[in-house]
């Protein structure tokens, strides 16, 4: 398959310390791909390095071709990568759907043709899509924990995005709520969403993802589908903390 986003040989030093080291990947149309490790492994600098958040001091990150590199945040989310956030990041204050339409920016080239009505449109199909529909006016402040989870997707998918890059977005979910998260990913990456997900809970890991990166120290140790990652006895060492030095 082609790569739709590939990074290549990133590193990221902050003072003495490498987060991440020479990493090379790729994220295809389509896949649902899962950043695991340990605490400290270098999977929310990865993310930073890929929206522009951080710059790398060596490697590259090209999209569809492209190099982004080093790009400004705000032009690497025009270009199509959105991103959510293990503290969720929401206008705690403002209702549930100001949330999302003010996660589509009204110069992002996707809606300049198309004016506010496509944003309306745009917020409204992905709060039906999450279950929030009859919450539009409530605060973000006043939701559950699952109904704020759920708000922070539907921040994302109405951006039109084909390239989500998720921070730990399903856990803490009851059972239910889960099922649903996952069904909504699914749904996404049948219609040509790219997904790279941070996730610490293997459960969910072997639910959602199709394949899985497993870092290290700001290395990518390995990468494959998630039934043999797992069942690799020296990565599970290293998850549980229970490496040989």
């Known amino acids: 398959m082609t790569a739709l986003l590939?990074?290549?040989?990133l590193s990221k030093r902050f003072g003495g310390l490498t987060a991440v080291q020479g990493l090379d990947m790729e994220l295809h149309?389509?896949?649902i791909t899962a950043l695991v490790g340990p605490n400290g492994a270098g999977k929310t600098t990865l993310f930073n390095l890929v929206t522009g958040n951080l710059t790398p001091d060596a490697g590259e990150v090209t999209l569809a071709g492209r190099t982004i590199t080093g790009m400004a945040p705000h032009?690497?989310?025009?270009?199509?990568?959105?991103?959510?956030?293990?503290?969720?990041r929401l206008f705690t204050h403002m209702s549930v759907r100001d949330n999302v339409l003010a996660s589509i920016e009204r110069r992002a080239w996707l809606w300049q043709a198309r004016g506010g009505s496509a944003r309306r449109d745009a917020t409204e199909a992905a709060l039906e899509r999450t279950g929030l529909l009859s919450l539009g006016r409530a605060r973000a402040v006043d939701l559950s924990y699952a109904e704020a989870k759920f708000l922070s997707l539907a921040r994302i998918m109405a951006?039109?995005?084909r390239i989500w890059l998720l921070d730990e977005p399903a856990s803490g979910l009851d059972p239910a709520s889960r099922r649903r998260f996952t069904a909504l990913l699914r749904a996404a990456v049948a219609?040509?969403?790219t997904i790279c997900l941070i996730e610490h809970n293997l459960d969910?890991?072997?639910e959602?993802?199709?394949?899985?990166?497993?870092l290290d120290q700001g290395r990518k140790l390995a990468e494959g589908d998630p039934a043999s990652i797992m069942r690799n006895p020296e990565l599970r060492a290293i998850y549980f903390g229970e490496r040989r030095e």
């Open 29 to 31: 149309e389509g896949v």
């Open 159 to 161: 951006t039109g995005a």
């Open 6 to 9: 590939t990074l290549n040989g």
């Open 204 to 206: 969910i890991v072997t």
């Open 208 to 214: 959602i993802a199709d394949r899985i990166a497993f």
């Open 191 to 193: 219609k040509g969403v």
């Open 75 to 88: 032009r690497v989310a025009r270009l199509g990568i959105a991103r959510s956030f293990q503290d969720l």
